[in-house]
């Protein structure tokens, strides 16, 4: 075995993480703020407009709360990792500047016979003020890393929208290069952006990341059912069900009763590349 399951329920040091609206800005751009209508999402994408106050796209804080890469957990061929599913809760607005100190923690690692389930759960909070920003929680299959004996982990929660047509639906087109443009808010895995890396992964070409794939979907659900209101978004969880492919139109399937929300994600051949989504929106 190669996965570092001595690392189970051991923190990392605190890292500090610094941020600027050059940061926040890039993020909005990298989930395809702006793009369809430059003027559209102003509080998004630019910080001294007449008018708007600067916002923040609530999964920027996924990024704040990471500590540690799982490709760091072993010496694992790293294109056999997949990211299954993520859930934040968001504890509050994430200021557009600041710092913050981030905990990740590997709290299972669980045997699914022929892959291993890793999950991790990494905290933010403000650097100053010590104040909880988001707990993030990442679960990520290993293909080939399983057999070893353990715990195969809890089944998943049933998984049930209203039996009704979905309340909202958006559409977002995505830019042929959004993986590089993704990329440069952190996330440099050659899978988005080598070709030869995304062949020897089994696809035609680099893949959107999954969590771009997750910020243009957390734009969906403020602008449908927070009202626009970044602030109103709580909790967001999803799987990630298959990878989507730069170029494609994402269209989001929202259904709301009260403050809970249920939510899937589309590519532009009708392929559900989010999955099981649920969400918890403020009042």
Same mark, same amino acid.
């Given at each position: 075995?190669?996965?570092?399951?001595d690392?189970?329920g051991?923190?990392? $040091?605190?890292?500090?993480?610094?941020w600027t609206? *050059?940061e926040?800005?890039?993020?909005?751009?990298?989930v395809?703020a702006?793009?369809? $209508?430059?003027a =559209?999402e102003? $509080?998004y994408t630019?910080?001294? %407009?007449a008018?708007f106050v600067?916002r923040?796209v +609530?999964?920027f =804080?996924?990024g704040l709360?990471?500590? *540690?890469?799982?490709? /760091?957990?072993g010496?694992?061929d790293t294109s056999?990792l997949?990211?299954a599913?993520?859930t934040?809760v968001?504890h509050?607005? &994430? +200021?557009?500047a600041?710092s =913050?100190?981030a905990v990740s923690?590997?709290t299972?690692v669980y045997?699914?016979?022929? /892959?291993a389930l890793?999950v991790?759960e990494s905290?933010a909070? !403000?650097?100053v003020?010590g104040? +909880?920003?988001?707990?993030t929680? @990442?679960t990520?299959?290993?293909?080939?890393e399983g057999?070893?004996g353990g715990d195969?982990?809890p089944k998943?929660?049933?998984?049930t929208? +209203?039996? *009704? %047509?979905?309340d909202h639906?958006?559409?977002?087109?995505t830019?042929?290069?959004?993986?590089?443009?993704?990329r440069?808010?952190? !996330?440099?895995?050659?899978?988005?952006?080598?070709?030869a890396v995304?062949?020897r992964?089994?696809?035609?070409?680099p893949?959107m990341?999954?969590?771009?794939t997750?910020g243009?979907?957390?734009?969906?659900l403020?602008a449908?059912a927070?009202? @626009?209101?970044?602030d109103?978004?709580r909790?967001? /969880?999803?799987?990630?069900?298959k990878p989507?492919?730069?170029?494609?139109v994402l269209?989001?399937?929202v259904w709301?009763?009260g403050?809970?929300?249920?939510?899937?994600?589309l590519?532009g051949d009708?392929?559900?590349?989010?999955?099981r989504?649920v969400a918890?929106i403020? &009042?």
């Open positions: 075995m190669t996965l570092r399951h690392l189970v051991v923190p990392t $040091d605190p890292l500090l993480r610094e609206d *050059r926040t800005l890039l993020y909005a751009l990298a395809g702006g793009a369809a $209508d430059p =559209a102003l $509080d630019t910080e001294n %407009s008018g600067q923040v +609530p999964t =804080a996924c709360a990471s500590a *540690r890469s799982p490709r /760091s957990l010496d694992f056999k997949v990211h599913e993520q934040v968001f509050g607005p &994430v +200021p557009t600041g =913050a100190k923690t590997l299972h045997d699914k016979a022929k /892959s890793l991790q905290v909070t !403000d650097a003020t104040a +909880p920003l988001a707990t929680t @990442g990520f299959m290993v293909s080939g057999g070893f195969r982990g998943a929660p049933e998984w929208p +209203p039996d *009704r %047509s979905a639906q958006v559409e977002y087109a830019r042929a290069d959004q993986p590089l443009l993704y440069l808010t952190g !996330d440099r895995n050659p899978l988005h952006s080598d070709p995304a062949r992964a089994g696809f035609p070409r893949i990341h999954g969590m771009c997750y243009f979907t957390c734009r969906a403020v449908t927070a009202g @626009g209101d970044p109103r978004l909790t967001m /969880s999803a799987r990630f069900s989507a492919l730069p170029g494609t269209t989001v399937e709301t009763h403050h809970d929300v249920w939510f899937r994600t590519d009708g392929e559900v590349v989010l999955d989504g918890t403020a &009042v």
